[in-house]
Nanobody, 123 residues
Framework: QVQLVESGGGLVQAGGSLTLSCAAS????????MGWFRQAPGKEREFVAT???????TYIDSVKGRFTISRDNGKNTVYLQMNSLKPEDTAVYYC?????????????????WGQGTQVTVSS
């Protein structure tokens, strides 16, 4: 059974940084694409970034140049480094596992999800 556990969220001032982690168990991630999504209160789940099995990342325009997705297959973990955080980045962040080597911005294409980690950016 696949389990994903996110960590690293918290409260940070605008302009600050956080690194989110998503640790997987029950599955070796090396051949799976992974994604980070976020959901703010009253809004739908929004794509943030995805990484292919070979390490190539894709981002939503609003985070390009500020966020970096990476993976450590040896640790079965995916990361989201978030710099220059803005209040509009405030949301619960979720990681997802896709049953494919190639990522997607569609949350319905992800088979497994973690429980989420709260990121709050104060102005």
């Amino acid at each position: 059974q696949v389990q994903l556990v996110e960590s690293g969220g918290g409260l940070v001032q605008a302009g600050g940084s956080l690194t989110l982690s998503c640790a997987a168990s029950g599955r070796t991630l090396s051949r799976n694409a992974m994604g980070w999504f976020r959901q703010a209160p009253g809004k739908e789940r929004e794509f943030v970034a995805t990484i292919n099995w070979f390490g190539s990342g894709t981002y939503i325009d609003s985070v390009k140049g500020r966020f970096t997705i990476s993976r450590d297959n040896g640790k079965n973990t995916v990361y989201l480094q978030m710099n220059s955080l803005k209040p509009e980045d405030t949301a619960v962040y979720y990681c997802g596992l896709k049953e494919s080597m190639y990522g997607s911005d569609d949350p319905y294409e992800y088979a497994y999800w973690g429980q989420g980690t709260q990121v709050t950016v104060s102005s």
